[in-house]
Nanobody, 115 residues
C-alpha cells in the first residue's frame, strides 16, 4: 500500500502565497511523475503542474510564472509553491503520484483565495 498525504492549504488574500506539500510513504518502488491537480466547485479536475524524477516541470498556462513545483526524491515529497494567488485559484488541490505503473492520489487540501 502507498499512502499519500497533503498539507499546506488554507485561506489567503489575493496576492498572497501558500506552499503545499505532499509526502508518499509505504511500498514505494520508483516514483516517476509527481503532480498537482485541482478541482473547483462545479468544475472538472484539472492538471496544474507536473514534475518528473529528473526534475522536468510543466505547468498549466494560467499558473505559469506564479506557481513552482519541486520535489525531494529522498523524501518522496512534492511541493507546490503558489505566489500571487488569485480568487480563481480557489479549489481543492490533489497530489498525484505514479509509483511504477500505479496511480495514487491524496485526499485533497482546500485552497481558498479571497478577493
Amino acid at each position: 500500500q502507498v499512502q499519500v498525504v497533503e498539507s499546506g492549504g488554507g485561506l489567503v488574500q489575493a496576492g498572497g502565497s501558500l506552499r503545499l506539500s505532499c509526502a508518499a510513504s509505504g511500498r514505494i518502488f520508483s516514483i516517476n511523475v509527481m503532480a498537482w491537480y485541482r478541482q473547483a466547485p462545479g468544475k472538472q479536475r484539472e492538471l496544474v503542474a507536473t514534475i518528473t524524477k529528473v526534475g522536468s516541470a510543466n505547468y498549466k498556462d494560467s499558473v505559469k510564472g506564479r506557481f513552482t513545483i519541486s520535489r525531494d526524491n529522498a523524501k518522496n515529497t512534492v511541493y507546490l509553491q503558489m505566489n500571487s494567488l488569485k480568487p480563481e485559484d480557489t479549489a481543492v488541490y490533489y497530489c498525484y503520484i505514479q509509483n511504477l505503473a500505479s496511480d495514487y492520489w491524496g485526499q485533497g487540501t482546500q485552497v481558498t483565495v479571497s478577493s
